[in-house]
C-alpha cells in the first residue's frame, strides 16, 4: 500500500513540473518550412491602385519602423527606397531628404519563400527649404536640353544633383504663375529615373523629388485637335527623331517645321471626327503622347472643319497687373460677334500651363461679368470649353465691349465657331 502511495506522489510531482515547463517556457510551432507573414506594423490597402502613405514626416525627424515576422529564426529582412536596397533586418532608421519616397520591405525564408510590403513615405520640407515637387510632365527632360523645376524658395539654390553630375547653369525665374529654375540638362545623362538633389547657398542639401531623362520622342501637347487641310503644331521633346505621323490611315512623312522641341505639319483634309494618331522615330520606335499624366503610344486627334476666329498661344493670368497683355484673352473684336448667328457654338481650346500653381478659366464681357449660362471652372488637363451663343450672350458681348477669357495658368491656343 505504501508503494503505490509512494508512486502515486511521484506521479503528481513530475505533473506539476510539466505544468510549470509548460507555463514558463512556451514552444514555438514555426518551422522553417512556414510561409513568411509580416505581423506587424499593418500597411494599408492600396487605394485605385495607388500605393498608400504609410508614412508622414517631417525631413528633421527619422523614418522609424520595427518589423514583427514569423517564422522569425528563418528569415531576413530587405529593405528598399525607390528600388534600391538601403537596410536589412526587422528595423529601418534613417533620415531622408524631402520628397516622397517608394518603400519596399521583402521578407524571405531560409527555404526560399517570401513575401512583402510597399507603400509611400512623405517626407515634407521644413518652413524656408528650397522644394520643388512635380505639377506635371516638366519631370521628364532629355539630355542636352534646357529644363525647369517649380517650387518655393528656389532663389536659395545655388545648383543642382542629377544622377551624381553637378548642375551650376542654372537661373532663377519669378513670375506670376509660380517660381522655377531652369537649368541646363548634362548632355551625357543616360536615361533613367533620377532623384533631384538642391544644393543650397548654405552648401546644404535639399530634396526634390525626381526626373525622368529620355530620348524618346514625346509629344506633350498640340495633339489633341486640328484642322483638316490646315497647320498643326506640337510640342514636346526630342521632336526632331520623328519621321513619320500617322492620322487615321493618312501617314505624314514632310514636316513643315521641325526641331527638338516643336513640330508642325499639314494636316490631311479628312472629316470631321476622332482619329488616332501615332507615329515612327528614326530608330523605328513609336513616338510617346502625354495624355492625363501619363504615357501612351496614341493619342486622339479632333479634327474639325469649324471656322477659325483665332488661333496662337496665349497666356491668360488674372494676377497680372492693369494693362498687361497676358492678364485677359481679348483678341477677338465684338464686331466679329456681331456676325455670327445666335445659336452657334463658340469652342475655345486651351492647354493648361504646367507651372502654374492652379488653372482656373471664365468666358466674360469685356466688363469681367460671366455669360448668361457659363461660369468659371477649374480644369486639371487641355480641353475645349464649349459656349452656346444665344442672343442673350450676343447681346451682353455687344453692350459690355466685347468678348473675354479670363482666369490663371492656362494658354488660349484657338477660338472657333461653328
Same mark, same amino acid.
Given at each position: 500500500?505504501?508503494?503505490?502511495?509512494?508512486?502515486?506522489?511521484?506521479?503528481?510531482?513530475?505533473?506539476?513540473?510539466?505544468?510549470?515547463?509548460?507555463?514558463?517556457?512556451?514552444?514555438?510551432?514555426?518551422?522553417?518550412?512556414?510561409?513568411?507573414?509580416?505581423?506587424?506594423?499593418?500597411?494599408?490597402?492600396?487605394?485605385?491602385?495607388?500605393?498608400?502613405?504609410?508614412?508622414?514626416?517631417?525631413?528633421?525627424?527619422?523614418?522609424?519602423?520595427?518589423?514583427?515576422?514569423?517564422?522569425?529564426?528563418?528569415?531576413?529582412?530587405?529593405?528598399?527606397?525607390?528600388?534600391?536596397?538601403?537596410?536589412?533586418?526587422?528595423?529601418?532608421?534613417?533620415?531622408?531628404?524631402?520628397? /516622397?519616397?517608394?518603400?519596399?520591405?521583402?521578407?524571405?525564408?531560409?527555404?526560399?519563400?517570401?513575401?512583402?510590403?510597399?507603400?509611400?513615405?512623405?517626407?515634407?520640407?521644413?518652413?524656408?527649404?528650397?522644394?520643388?515637387?512635380?505639377?506635371?510632365?516638366?519631370?521628364?527632360?532629355?539630355?542636352?536640353? /534646357?529644363?525647369?523645376?517649380?517650387?518655393?524658395?528656389?532663389?536659395?539654390?545655388?545648383?543642382?544633383?542629377?544622377?551624381?553630375?553637378?548642375?551650376?547653369?542654372?537661373?532663377?525665374?519669378?513670375?506670376?504663375?509660380?517660381?522655377?529654375?531652369?537649368?541646363?540638362?548634362?548632355?551625357?545623362?543616360?536615361?533613367?529615373?533620377?532623384?533631384?538633389?538642391?544644393?543650397?547657398?548654405?552648401?546644404?542639401?535639399?530634396?526634390?523629388?525626381?526626373?525622368?531623362?529620355?530620348?524618346?520622342?514625346?509629344?506633350?501637347?498640340?495633339?489633341?485637335?486640328?484642322?483638316?487641310?490646315?497647320?498643326?503644331?506640337?510640342?514636346?521633346?526630342?521632336?526632331?527623331?520623328?519621321?513619320?505621323?500617322?492620322?487615321?490611315?493618312?501617314?505624314?512623312?514632310?514636316?513643315?517645321?521641325?526641331?527638338?522641341?516643336?513640330?508642325?505639319?499639314?494636316?490631311?483634309?479628312?472629316?470631321?471626327?476622332?482619329?488616332?494618331?501615332?507615329?515612327?522615330?528614326?530608330?523605328?520606335?513609336?513616338?510617346?503622347?502625354?495624355?492625363?499624366?501619363?504615357?501612351?503610344?496614341?493619342?486622339?486627334?479632333?479634327?474639325?472643319?469649324?471656322?477659325?476666329?483665332?488661333?496662337?498661344?496665349?497666356?491668360?493670368?488674372?494676377?497680372?497687373?492693369?494693362?498687361?497683355?497676358?492678364?485677359?484673352?481679348?483678341?477677338?473684336?465684338?464686331?466679329?460677334?456681331?456676325?455670327?448667328?445666335?445659336?452657334?457654338?463658340?469652342?475655345?481650346?486651351?492647354?493648361?500651363?504646367?507651372?502654374?500653381?492652379?488653372?482656373?478659366?471664365?468666358?466674360?464681357?469685356?466688363?469681367?461679368?460671366?455669360?448668361?449660362?457659363?461660369?468659371?471652372?477649374?480644369?486639371?488637363?487641355?480641353?475645349?470649353?464649349?459656349?452656346?451663343?444665344?442672343?442673350?450672350?450676343?447681346?451682353?458681348?455687344?453692350?459690355?465691349?466685347?468678348?473675354?477669357?479670363?482666369?490663371?495658368?492656362?494658354?488660349?491656343?484657338?477660338?472657333?465657331?461653328?
Amino acid at each position: 500500500m505504501k508503494k503505490i502511495y509512494f508512486m502515486l506522489l511521484a506521479i503528481m510531482a513530475m505533473s506539476f513540473t510539466f505544468t510549470a515547463c509548460s507555463d514558463q517556457d512556451p514552444f514555438s510551432t514555426a518551422t522553417v518550412n512556414d510561409d513568411p507573414r509580416i505581423l506587424d506594423p499593418i500597411f494599408p490597402d492600396r487605394v485605385n491602385g495607388a500605393l498608400p502613405v504609410i508614412s508622414n514626416i517631417n525631413r528633421d525627424g527619422k523614418l522609424n519602423i520595427k518589423l514583427t515576422v514569423t517564422p522569425a529564426d528563418y528569415t531576413t529582412e530587405d529593405w528598399l527606397l525607390d528600388s534600391v536596397k538601403v537596410q536589412t533586418g526587422t528595423t529601418i532608421d534613417t533620415t531622408l531628404l524631402a520628397g /516622397t519616397y517608394n518603400l519596399k520591405v521583402i521578407v524571405s525564408t531560409i527555404a526560399g519563400k517570401s513575401t512583402s510590403r510597399e507603400g509611400l513615405v512623405q517626407v515634407n520640407p521644413l518652413d524656408g527649404d528650397p522644394y520643388s515637387a512635380q505639377v506635371g510632365y516638366e519631370r521628364i527632360i532629355a539630355p542636352g536640353t /534646357t529644363a525647369r523645376l517649380l517650387g518655393n524658395n528656389l532663389d536659395k539654390v545655388k545648383s543642382i544633383v542629377i544622377g551624381g553630375k553637378v548642375i551650376t547653369d542654372i537661373n532663377y525665374v519669378p513670375n506670376d504663375k509660380g517660381n522655377y529654375i531652369e537649368y541646363s540638362v548634362p548632355a551625357d545623362l543616360t536615361e533613367g529615373d533620377y532623384r533631384v538633389i538642391l544644393v543650397g547657398n548654405d552648401n546644404n542639401q535639399y530634396g526634390a523629388n525626381t526626373v525622368k531623362v529620355s530620348k524618346a520622342a514625346l509629344v506633350t501637347s498640340g495633339a489633341s485637335r486640328a484642322n483638316a487641310g490646315m497647320d498643326c503644331t506640337i510640342s514636346g521633346i526630342n521632336l526632331d527623331n520623328i519621321t513619320s505621323l500617322t492620322i487615321g490611315d493618312q501617314t505624314i512623312n514632310t514636316f513643315t517645321n521641325q526641331s527638338a522641341t516643336s513640330l508642325t505639319f499639314l494636316c490631311p483634309s479628312l472629316k470631321d471626327g476622332d482619329y488616332t494618331i501615332t507615329g515612327k522615330t528614326k530608330g523605328g520606335n513609336p513616338v510617346q503622347f502625354y495624355v492625363s499624366n501619363g504615357i501612351s503610344a496614341q493619342q486622339t486627334l479632333t479634327i474639325s472643319s469649324e471656322i477659325t476666329l483665332w488661333e496662337g498661344h496665349h497666356y491668360v493670368s488674372w494676377d497680372l497687373p492693369d494693362g498687361d497683355p497676358h492678364k485677359t484673352f481679348n483678341l477677338i473684336g465684338k464686331d466679329v460677334f456681331a456676325k455670327i448667328k445666335a445659336g452657334s457654338i463658340l469652342r475655345i481650346s486651351y492647354s493648361i500651363a504646367p507651372d502654374a500653381a492652379y488653372h482656373k478659366m471664365g468666358t466674360d464681357s469685356g466688363w469681367w461679368g460671366d455669360l448668361p449660362g457659363t461660369s468659371q471652372f477649374e480644369m486639371s488637363s487641355d480641353g475645349v470649353k464649349e459656349v452656346v451663343l444665344t442672343q442673350a450672350v450676343l447681346d451682353m458681348i455687344q453692350q459690355q465691349s466685347g468678348f473675354l477669357c479670363v482666369g490663371f495658368g492656362y494658354y488660349v491656343d484657338r477660338v472657333s465657331v461653328q
